[in-house]
Nanobody, 126 residues
């Protein structure tokens, strides 16, 4: 059974930092590209950051570039999202997702991903 379990969300003030984790089980982790998406109330889900199987090539949404860092530990089968300089507009439920390396669908499209976590809430107050 495949499981993606996010943790690390919380309530913080603008300018603070948080580190999200996503622990993966039930699949061969290095066969999957990993990503973080988020969904704010009343808005569509949006791509935040993605990382290839080796961790050598992260990609980011323009809205988080320079503030967020995605990384992965293949030994621990875990992907991280370090979020610095958080702003109220970063408030959302954050989801991690896994996409098979054998599927050429877009990094940026949620429909390309095979597995999803349950989400973790991040709330940033001003």
């Amino acid at each position: 059974q495949v499981q993606l379990v996010e943790s690390g969300g919380g309530v913080v003030q603008a300018g603070d930092s948080l580190r999200l984790s996503c622990a993966v089980s039930g699949l061969t982790f290095t066969y999957y590209t990993m990503a973080w998406f988020r969904q704010a109330p009343g808005k569509d889900r949006e791509f935040v950051a993605g990382i290839n199987r080796s961790g050598s090539t992260p990609v980011y949404a323009d809205s988080v570039k320079g503030r967020f860092t995605i990384s992965r530990d293949n030994d621990k089968k875990t992907v991280y999202l370090q979020m610095n300089s958080l702003q109220p507009e970063d408030t959302a439920v954050y989801y991690c997702a896994a996409k098979s390396i054998y599927y050429s669908g877009s990094y940026y499209v949620g429909g390309s991903y095979d597995y999803w976590g349950q989400g973790t809430q991040v709330t940033v107050s001003s």
